[in-house]
């Protein structure tokens, strides 16, 4: 029993994640078949149903947070709200719940008020159910450790690679600059815990350690006064330093971002019916904010897949990749864009 409600809960919290409604009717099925095992015949079906129900019911955005999935703190919800309502279907027929079944409850709603006291999203120290990054903010308080495909993963410690007040740990390459012998790193700026960049003269900023697989989380936005820019991530950069440098660029051009621009021809196959040369278009249609409101980007980088999350929206991916430790960057590409809460975790397996 405890095996069939820990896949409901991580099938269903992915689904969360990726702000998708879930009735999950496969698992209902799993869960029908456990209670046929466990109760009595006339008891399982309307047990299942009432659970594909409720949860289809509480499977909606969370309308307190600003249209983003819900934290860790309502992971609890699945269970709790389930297990109410296998107790409730038994008592409107008029019966009790067999004994294998109240003792499953007991410990699941146990195990569920450890989750939400400990910041956990996992229902059992299993190492096959990985632990979410530890987030520092309520973006990274949402991300997930699995794939888009629902494969898990093992997060290590989130390093923060912004630390709002310097832009230690990041080296900058802008070519004009360095044939004036002016400072490269002058067209970055600090201000009020963002990372601002003024997008001239062209170049990037890039980290001074590599990385492989991680996920990284940052936000963005752009200046309405100044209108729509251009800028974007780059991944797994490799090579000399150069306008552009090897690698795979998650795109922040302003309506685009989600696209996917591979450069100096990096290892990595993408949809066809959505690529021409280089360049591959997000899956769906634009939903970044409105000029001056911040945007969420969530980057997964994977072995040899990337996902790209756009405001909680999986908007484009690429399979096969190199894997190849490489620099992480962030362009200066002709127009003032800002950057804050820029987060890397590590993934361990």
Known sequence: MY????????ARGRARHAGERCTLPEHAKTLEVTVATEGEPSYRGAVAQKIASGMAEDSSMNPRDEGQPRGCADSIHPVAQMMKLAFRTGRDQG???????K?????????????VFAGATHLA???SVPIPPPGQNRALAQSSSFMADGK?????????LFDGKS?????????????????????WIVRDGVLVCTGRPIGYIETEALYTNFVIELDWRFDPSKGEGNSGVLLRV???????????????????????WNI????????????????????HECNEKPLGEWNHYRIVFNKGVLELWVNGVLQNVATKCEVVAGRIGLQSEGAHIEFRNIALTPILD
């Open 167 to 187: 832009t230690q740990g990041w080296k900058a390459f802008v070519p004009d600059l360095a044939k004036e012998s002016k400072d490269p790193m002058s067209v």
């Open 152 to 160: 898990p993963f093992v997060a290590g410690p989130t390093v923060q």
């Open 95 to 101: 019966r009790s719940m067999p004994e294998p079944m």
């Open 3 to 10: 095996d069939a409600w820990k896949r409901v809960f991580a």
């Open 238 to 260: 490799t090579g000399e330093d150069k306008v552009w440098p090897r690698s795979m660029e998650a795109q922040l051009h302003s309506r685009n971002a989600g696209d996917i």
């Open 264 to 283: 100096g021809e990096f290892p990595a196959e993408t949809t066809k019916s959505r690529t021409e040369g280089r360049h591959t278009t997000k899956a």
């Open 125 to 127: 120290q299993d190492k």
């Open 103 to 115: 003792d499953s409850s007991r410990n699941l709603c146990l195990l569920a008020s450890v989750c």
